[in-house]
């Protein structure tokens, strides 16, 4: 059976497909045996797959963009397993939200990841805001940040699930932008492996994708319930109920992928996006990034 090293960002339910690909043993039904890593704490996940230490990794775009031009990447993005960002900003109030409401006021990042602060950068840039007149307040880790909103610290924070969950379990908050719904589909995070892998272990890849398609449709015709149930195999320290939220939410607002196909208009959409949050990027070309070669038949 071949065996393959699959690099996480961070432990997070956003990348359900992979997780439930192991404990559902979708991976093992492949012929394949997957061992799931993660980097240092900050650390980049396509670092280990550049040096030779991993086989699959996932990250977003972002990650590849930063490489170019100044050098030929290494790796080539060869499915998704999310379809939009899996993040709200959450605040204060009941009232309808607009992005000038964001103006002088504090706001707490999601500092495992640069792209979610980029998008909202954008965001305010494409609503004519200055995205530097909103004060930016790190507060360390997503538990972190929960705590630090709760107690009154900061005006809006950003923050994937179960932490929209837990804060709006506590009454005093609500969701004022969901952006999955404002972005709609892209593909915020997908499935890289190094180039050379595509030729050298193509049915190694080939049963890693099964696998997770596998998991997507699964988690695609299940109730949310049974997702959450799936999950607490995972992550046996989130309570249940807010397992539960987190899965009804991602499954309504479409984060997670129902199949690997990263499309060409999506695909620069998200860049456009990433670019438009003021970090100095390089596009990357659609052909030379992505292979879906590999993806399982229909």
Same mark, same amino acid.
């Given at each position: ?34 061992? %799931? ?16 230490? +991993? ?47 964001? %103006? ?75 952006? +999955? ?10 499935? %890289? ?18 696998? %997770? ?15 959450? +149930? ?69």
């Amino acid at each position: 059976m071949e065996q393959l090293n699959f690099v996480l960002p961070f432990p997070s339910i956003f990348y359900a497909p992979v997780y439930v690909a192991q404990t559902r043993e979708h991976f093992l039904q492949n012929a394949v045996d997957v061992t %799931i890593s993660f980097p240092e704490p900050g650390g980049d996940p396509v670092g280990p797959l550049e040096a030779g230490d +991993a086989d699959v990794a996932v990250g977003g775009p972002v990650r590849l963009m930063r490489s170019a031009p100044a050098r030929p990447s290494p790796c080539v993005i060869i499915g998704q397993v999310t379809g939009a960002s899996g993040f709200s900003i959450v605040g204060r109030q009941d009232m309808p939200f607009r992005w000038s409401d964001l %103006i002088g006021k504090s706001f707490i990042p999601f500092t495992l990841s640069r792209t979610p602060l980029l998008f909202t950068r954008g965001r305010l840039r494409e609503n004519g805001i200055d995205p530097d007149t909103i004060q930016v307040r790190e507060a360390g880790s997503p538990d972190e940040a929960v705590a630090t909103f709760l107690a009154g610290d900061a005006d809006f924070a950003e923050l994937p699930e179960p932490y929209v969950s837990a804060v709006l379990a506590t009454g005093s908050a609500s969701v004022c932008v969901s952006m +999955a719904r404002e972005l709609g589909a892209v593909p915020f995070s997908d499935i %890289i492996t190094r180039r050379e892998l595509i030729s050298e272990r193509r049915e190694a890849l080939r049963s890693v994708l099964a696998g %997770i398609q596998d998991a997507q449709t699964w988690i695609g015709d299940v109730a949310p319930q049974d997702v959450a +149930a799936e999950l607490s195999r995972s992550f046996p320290n989130i309570d249940r109920a807010l397992m539960e939220s987190s899965s009804a939410r991602y499954k309504d607002e479409g984060v997670w992928a129902t199949n690997l196909e990263v499309r060409r208009t999506p695909f620069l959409a998200m860049q456009e996006a990433i670019m438009l949050g003021g970090e100095a990027l390089c596009m990357l070309a659609f052909e030379e990034s992505v292979d879906n070669s590999l993806h399982p038949a229909d």
